[in-house]
């Protein structure tokens, strides 16, 4: 009896060691075959000779509405074995035609003894076929004591170059990629990880050293890279690429940037500069031209600063739109003498007035009624001397020094707009502040991805951040308004039938050359409708000839933009009605008396 459970003991064991092992094996077998097969398939792929991989086709760049910015085009890139070439310098004579190319560049590629070789990267498939069809003719005429006289040992590789259909239209902020598929500049670099995909693998046989046609198969597939779908709209695009070139070309200037901005969400929907470039032919292309001027080219403001003062000293009680300054042609502070940019007599302005004729002296005035340290930190909470988190490549945090770094005129210099540097794209975010009841949404050119499936996923939403109170911006963009009056510094950025606001800036324009000031930044920031702010467009004009100032420059550029920005999107009038605040301290005596009349 006892040896029979024994017996059974042992068999039970037995069995439950036999499905333990088959329990592991069938794991192990999953493990191999599903979970891992890709990484052994790969490994074995490696360890084979006669394999070369298969390029991925690189995501689209589009705009908001899907119209393609950047997409990938099939090309064949034509290798050679050389040990096939018998004679060189004839060879190269008779391919050279055909491949667009220097007698000499091919003589080159296809001499010596490697069995591969590149002759000709990114070739359009047309070429390759005219290639093919040549050397098929040219040896069917041979005789066959001519046999040594057949031209052979060219082959090709499938592979894929980047085509941009909008040639110059958005090169600066979308770049472009290097005859080897890596993004070089712009987003094309920045987001490469994303947009590349991942490469395939294919097998072939090979006879003396080539590949035989019709034995490749393939292994692994390419994996087409993440599509970027961007906040630009391409109508929107155009029509301030044209503006922004024609102002820059009439100036004759440096080089000048647009930036159309949605102050609600961050959205950029232009983004233009001038000149540009091709990124269809970059070859002959200068690193400089290739710039993103609106976050990498940092300057001096100007007067478009004078809204942060003036913002500050409003939310911090110190100033109301109607608090009268004596205000003077110039004023001394320290070892320096300020003054205006037009010569006047000494006024008794409002804050409102010495924001809408620009005076210089007027805003050291206004901001020496916060001390030095508010007025840094509300200049840090605009955004200065940080990078705005547009994600933007090479993006410029700009300049903004400690106050324990400031000497005697840095506090007036920094009160009218200089003293401190900025990016386009940081000032433009700055008035979207402003547009936006005080909240400062960080700018984004990207509005989501979709991948090779074409499943769409939106980006994320931008960061926010209260700067000033709704009631300070409300106050501000009306005392902006001013600016666009008949009797502001930028008439010319006023839009028939819709209340505008904004800001001129014509500032003196740094030199690193020779470390001193030469020539002048031109600005105009705007928005509309000043009451309800839909779109802020920033205009920048660097180094104009001649004229400088940034109304007669920059409010143009403006005004023709932001028209065609509310036509196109259906943007209409507010049809409210605006008391203009008193510029001078005689028109507030003036409506003083009109009032008590009126209660009267």
């Known amino acids: 009896m006892g040896n029979l459970n024994m017996a059974k003991k042992r068999l039970v064991v037995l069995t439950i060691f036999a499905l333990s092992f088959m329990l592991l094996f069938a794991g192990r077998l999953i493990q191999v075959q599903i979970f891992n097969a890709a990484d052994y398939k790969i490994r074995a792929v490696d360890e084979m000779e006669n394999s070369r991989l298969i390029p991925a086709k690189r995501g689209d760049i589009t705009d908001i509405n899907g119209v393609t910015f950047a997409r990938s085009v099939a090309a064949i890139n034509i290798v050679v074995d050389q040990t096939q070439i018998s004679d060189p310098a004839r060879v190269a004579a008779f391919a050279a035609p055909i491949l667009k190319m220097p007698v000499a560049e091919v003589q080159d590629a296809i001499s010596g003894k490697l069995r591969y070789n590149m002759v000709l990267s990114n070739a359009a498939p047309a070429i390759w076929r005219s290639l093919v069809d040549a050397m098929a003719t040219h040896n069917a005429a041979l005789e066959p004591n001519q046999i040594n006289q057949r031209i052979i040992g060219f082959f090709a590789e499938r592979g894929y170059i980047r085509d941009y259909p909008s040639g110059s239209l958005l090169a600066s902020l979308i770049g472009f990629v290097r005859n080897d598929g890596v993004g070089a500049t712009g987003l094309e670099s920045s987001m490469n990880s994303v947009i590349a995909g991942t490469a395939g693998r294919y097998s072939y046989a090979a006879a003396a050293g080539a590949e035989i046609p019709g ?48 102050p609600k969400t961050g959205h950029i929907l232009a983004h233009a500069t001038a000149p540009t470039f091709d990124p269809n032919n970059t070859k002959s292309v200068s690193l400089n031209l290739m710039r993103n001027y609106s976050v990498q080219e940092v300057y001096e403001p100007g007067s478009t600063g004078k809204v942060m003062t003036l913002a500050a000293a409003l939310e911090e009680k110190k100033i109301t739109p109607t608090t009268v300054f004596t205000v003077p042609y110039s004023l001394k502070r320290s070892d320096a003498t300020f003054h205006d940019h037009e010569r006047h007599r000494t006024q008794q302005m409002t804050a409102t007035g010495i924001l809408a004729v620009s005076s210089n002296t007027g805003s050291i005035q206004i901001g020496e009624t916060i001390s030095n340290d ?58 979207a502040t402003i547009a936006n009841d005080g909240i400062r949404v960080s700018p984004t050119v990207i509005a989501g991805t979709s991948d090779a499936s074409g499943n769409f996923t939106p980006a994320q939403s931008r960061t926010s951040e209260e700067v000033v109170s709704p009631e300070t911006a409300t106050q501000l963009r009306l005392m902006m308004e001013s600016v666009v009056s008949a009797t502001g510094t930028a008439p010319s950025a006023a839009i028939p039938g819709y209340r505008v606001a904004g800001k001129t800036g014509t500032a003196m324009r740094y030199n690193s050359d020779c470390g001193c000031y030469s020539g002048y930044t031109a600005s105009f920031i705007g928005f509309a409708p000043a009451d309800k702010p839909a779109y802020v467009i920033s205009v920048t004009i660097q180094n104009p000839q001649g004229m400088h100032y940034g109304g007669t420059l920059g409010g143009p550029v403006f005004k023709e933009v932001m028209s065609f920005v509310l036509q196109s999107r259906h943007i209409s009038p507010t049809n409210t009605i605006v008391q203009p605040v008193a510029l001078l301290q005689t028109d507030l005596k003036k409506s003083s008396q009109l009032n008590s009349k009126a209660a009267r």
């Not at 779908?229 to 647009?258: E, F, N, Y």
């Not at 007036?412 to 700055?430: E, N, R």
Request: aromatic share 6%; charged share 15%.
């Open 215 to 262: 034995s490749q198969s393939e292994i692994i597939s390419a994996q087409k890279g993440t599509s970027i779908r961007l906040t630009i709209d391409r109508d929107i695009q155009w029509v301030a690429s044209k503006a922004i070139s024609d102002a820059v070309r009439k100036s004759r200037a440096l080089s000048g940037t647009v930036i159309v901005m949605d």
């Open 374 to 431: 508010t007025l840094h930190s509300y200049l840090s909470k605009f955004g200065m001397g940080t990078k705005t988190g547009s994600g933007l490549p090479g993006e410029s945090a700009g300049i903004l020094h400690p106050v324990k770094d400031w000497s005697g005129t840095s506090a007036p210099t920094i009160a009218f707009g200089q003293g401190y540097s900025l990016t386009a794209m940081q000032a433009t975010s700055v008035f």
